[in-house]
């Protein structure tokens, strides 16, 4: 896997990885940037959110299950000094679907947080990562 990251202006850069697709980032305005982009840090957690959705939704329709949508939710907490790396990551499975099974839910996240997800086990070690998942079924009213 490679990727390239050029400068653009300000603090805008464009990544291009090995897949062909490119990225977008830039920075506040109180550091200099343009706000025009996801900062870098977000991407982290973005890219944290993906590759456990991605998981969870594979391991979830292997199960047959009826799900309808797949939302994660991410908070990331980080240190006041620098390099203000996440120090503690909050992750949130909202499983949206009908008659979707608990046990299907709960085991497809362990999988996703203790085997598959590259991008947790990468994190693993510098922040503490929770993770907590709900099952909505289609049709009840969202919180």
């Not at 850069?13 to 025009?36: I, L, N, R, Y």
Request: one cysteine or more; charged letters at 30%.
């Amino acid at each position: 896997m490679n990727v390239e990251v050029k400068w653009v202006d300000g603090l805008r850069f464009v990544a291009d990885g090995t897949s062909g697709h490119s990225v977008v980032m830039d920075g506040d305005p109180e550091v200099g940037g343009a706000d025009t982009a996801a900062r870098p840090t977000e991407l982290v957690l973005m890219g944290l959110g993906g590759c456990t959705g991605m998981d969870v939704i594979s391991i979830l329709k292997k199960k047959k299950q009826r799900v309808t949508a797949l939302e994660i939710n991410i908070v990331g907490k980080r240190a006041e000094t620098h390099p203000k790396k996440f120090t503690e990551i909050t992750i949130e499975y909202v499983v949206k679907g009908v008659g979707v099974s608990e046990e299907a839910v709960k085991r497809s996240v362990e999988l996703s947080m203790q085997k598959y997800c590259s991008v947790k086990a990468t994190l693993e070690g510098v922040a503490k990562i929770n993770y907590s998942y709900r099952i909505v079924e289609e049709g009840e009213e969202n919180g």
